[in-house]
């Protein structure tokens, strides 16, 4: 085949621009998109967030369609005639209420202590829940000190995925550090859940010293928001006095 026909065959194709979108099927796409019924006009409200942080955005975990959440009830139900795979899902749960969860698909988690661990020291309990507009000093530590938090709290309705804790700290409106731990993920039972950071130091010198505001937060995997609080604390060249 000479290159002239080759050329013609060539010329030939046209790429045909799609036809335009009919103004009804735009509208039901947008509904569908932001998960509302086009056809009822009703739009489906997205999950509770916490407040977003920059590192939120940027770190945000990719979204894995692993299809429709299915509740305990029925993933227990599933497969229960095979007896290596119930005793596997069994172990999996540990020892779960099915008359307390139901067929609640969302789970439920609620953050119930919040303490800071210190050698020597008696342990600091914070309260909760914090008020919202309280003011004033939540905490003081002291300068080059080791710590290490310790949260309680319980699960409920459903598997928690990939719970974790957030916090961002300020001095003098400039951001100085930020944590972020995964605490795992979680099934529902009775009893409350412990979990301990490991052991971290306070800052210390001159600059070190002073007011903080900070930002802590316990969210999971769907971005779903248990706990958000926001506070102040000193580090001082001292522990106060515990009388």
């Not at 894995?64 to 095979?82: A, H, M, N, T, Y």
């Not at 609620?110 to 829940?129: A, E, H, N, W």
């Not at 300068?143 to 001095?171: A, D, H, M, Q």
Request: aromatic share 8%; proline share 9%.
């Amino acid at each position: 085949m000479s290159s002239a026909v080759e050329a013609a065959i060539s010329c030939s194709k046209v790429d045909v621009p799609a036809a335009p979108e009919p103004e009804e099927a735009k509208a039901k796409n947008a509904a569908a998109e932001h998960g509302g019924d086009a056809a009822n006009g009703e739009a489906t409200p997205p999950p509770p967030h916490c407040h977003e942080d920059e590192e939120d955005e940027e770190e945000a975990p990719k979204v894995i369609d692993l299809g429709p959440r299915v509740s305990i009830k029925d993933q227990l139900e599933k497969d229960k005639d095979d007896e290596s795979l119930r005793r596997w899902k069994e172990q999996l749960l540990g020892s779960v209420d099915l008359n307390s969860v139901g067929e609640t698909l969302e789970p439920d988690v609620k953050i119930m202590s919040l303490s800071i661990l210190s050698p020597g020291r008696p342990d600091i309990f914070l309260p909760l829940p914090v008020e919202p507009n309280a003011k004033g000093v939540w905490f003081t530590l002291k300068e080059g000190s080791p710590y290490r938090l310790k949260f309680t709290f319980s699960v409920s309705n459903n598997i928690v995925s990939g719970l974790r804790y957030t916090n961002t700290v300020w001095k003098t409106g400039l951001k100085v550090d930020r944590a972020k731990e995964m605490l795992g993920t979680f099934s529902p039972q009775l009893e409350p859940y412990t979990y301990v950071t490991p052991e971290d130091t306070t800052p210390s010198g001159m600059f070190a010293r002073g007011s903080y505001s900070a930002r802590t937060k316990f969210l999971d995997d769907d971005r779903k928001c248990y706990l958000e609080i926001n506070y102040t604390f000193d580090i001082r060249r001292e522990w106060p006095s515990t009388s």
